[in-house]
């Protein structure tokens, strides 16, 4: 079945920047499916932070907008999100999956923690 390897999270102070990675495998239509990056924190629900269409149409939800930047490239199978002037806030598990979600099960995620 489809899995996922998320990678690139790790400490950084506010301001800074990481550029994470999701690489698909178990798929030979991934060039057909909306991406998205999800997050979770502690005590928190998923929250989905930033999409990306077949066509590369980018949407993403208004408390990263304008930071943060989501890419796919399908000959790699891959979807990176580059994080800029990160905020405490941004601190949680990253994971991507499709837009909407229905892949299963999530990978493991990668995490990010954002610390002043």
């Given amino acids: 079945q489809v899995k996922f390897v998320e990678s690139g999270g790790g400490l950084v102070q506010p301001g800074g920047s990481l550029r994470l990675s999701c690489a698909a495998s178990g798929t030979i239509f991934f060039s057909i499916h909306a991406m998205g990056w999800y997050r979770q924190a502690p005590g928190k629900?998923?929250?989905?932070?930033?999409?990306?269409?077949?066509?590369?149409?980018?949407?993403?939800?208004?408390?990263?907008?304008?930071?943060?930047?989501?890419?796919?490239?399908?000959?790699?199978?891959?979807?990176?999100?580059?994080?800029?002037?990160?905020?405490?806030?941004?601190t949680a598990g990253y994971y991507c999956n499709t837009d909407p979600a229905r892949w299963d099960p999530w990978g493991q995620g990668t995490q990010v923690t954002v610390s002043s």
């Fill in 45 to 90: 629900q998923r929250e989905l932070v930033a999409t990306i269409s077949s066509g590369a149409n980018t949407n993403y939800v208004p408390s990263v907008k304008g930071r943060f930047t989501i890419s796919r490239d399908n000959a790699k199978k891959t979807v990176d999100l580059q994080m800029n002037s990160l905020k405490p806030e941004d």
